[in-house]
């Protein structure tokens, strides 16, 4: 059972334990539902405590939240870990492999190999993604531990990607452009009228003309959201046969390469980078590009 403390600041004198665990700690309306129905699930000062009891600045708040029973399949999978805590998992993850199950693919994914890591650890745990990659795209995934962690995340968390497109790209722009389902598709966008609107930033880092190296920016988080907005704008990404025709790479040329966010437990600023993967470094050098170092976020 996952236990975690929230000495009460001064800001939050006199507040009910419900306001200060909502707003002052980032807890879902849904965590504290479920705190209520756990055995001594929210105490303050060591002593269990009502969601309308008062708190004071200098006083503890400790949460115990129910153990998880994971829902996916155990797997042994040899994953590339940047981070782990008690709160945490930071991955590196290669191209050519999923983040979740799904149906028809019968192989392990990303989700399989945490469950099994959580369970030889003997902290046995469902797998809580913050951010989703596809399964061709490389780069960094952070998951949390709890659904607390997912919670106080989702939605703060900065990311930069790097991606190698067709076609020449100079300075920098804004996409603003809505997204939503190809008619008589399931998974591939378009930009459309009705759609969500999406947001990508980029910045031009080196073109030889035929291809150019970006750095990518998502001011909202939609499926395809790069790979869409690209190829509306004419520059469809390097091996991308879903949004255009390339085939110069197995796989599109996509990396989460710079994540940075503050700590949900402890608030401490967190950065975490990762280089760019073999195949888009020799795209790259094979267009007489330089390949860039770790990404700065």
Request: aromatic letters at 6%.
């Amino acid at each position: 059972m996952a236990e975690f403390s929230f000495p009460v600041p001064a800001a939050w004198d006199g507040a009910s334990v419900q306001a200060f665990l909502r707003a002052g700690c980032g807890l879902s309306w849904r965590m504290v539902v479920r705190l209520k129905r756990v055995e001594n699930g929210m105490c303050l000062d060591g002593r269990p405590v009502r969601t309308i009891d008062t708190v004071h600045a200098g006083q503890t708040v400790t949460i115990r939240m129910p153990q998880e029973t994971p829902r996916i399949e155990a797997v042994p999978l040899p994953l590339s870990v940047v981070y782990e805590d008690a709160s945490l998992l930071v991955i590196d993850k290669p191209p050519y492999i999923a983040v979740h199950p799904s149906a028809g693919r019968p192989e392990p994914t990303v989700a399989n190999g945490v469950v099994a890591r959580l369970a030889a650890a003997g902290t046995p745990g469902s797998f809580h993604p913050v951010n989703r990659l596809d399964r061709n795209t490389s780069g960094l995934l952070l998951a949390g531990k709890d659904p607390h962690a997912v919670y106080a995340l989702t939605g703060r968390v900065r990311k930069e990607y790097l991606a190698v497109v067709l076609g020449r790209v100079a300075g920098s722009g804004l996409i603003d452009c809505p997204l939503r389902l190809r008619e008589g598709s399931y998974l591939t966008r378009q930009v459309g009228a009705g759609g969500k609107q999406s947001r990508t930033r980029f910045t031009a880092l080196a073109s030889d003309g035929e291809i150019t190296l970006l750095r990518l920016r998502l001011e909202t988080g939609r499926t395809h959201q790069i790979r869409a907005h690209m190829a509306y704008i004419g520059h469809p990404l390097a091996g991308d046969t879903m949004y255009g025709a390339d085939t110069s790479l197995p796989r599109h040329a996509l990396h989460c390469g710079t994540m940075a966010f503050a700590h949900p437990v402890t608030g401490d600023p967190l950065v975490f980078s990762s280089p760019l993967p073999e195949d888009m470094a020799a795209l790259l050098t094979a267009h007489g590009l330089p390949v860039p170092p770790f990404p700065a976020c």
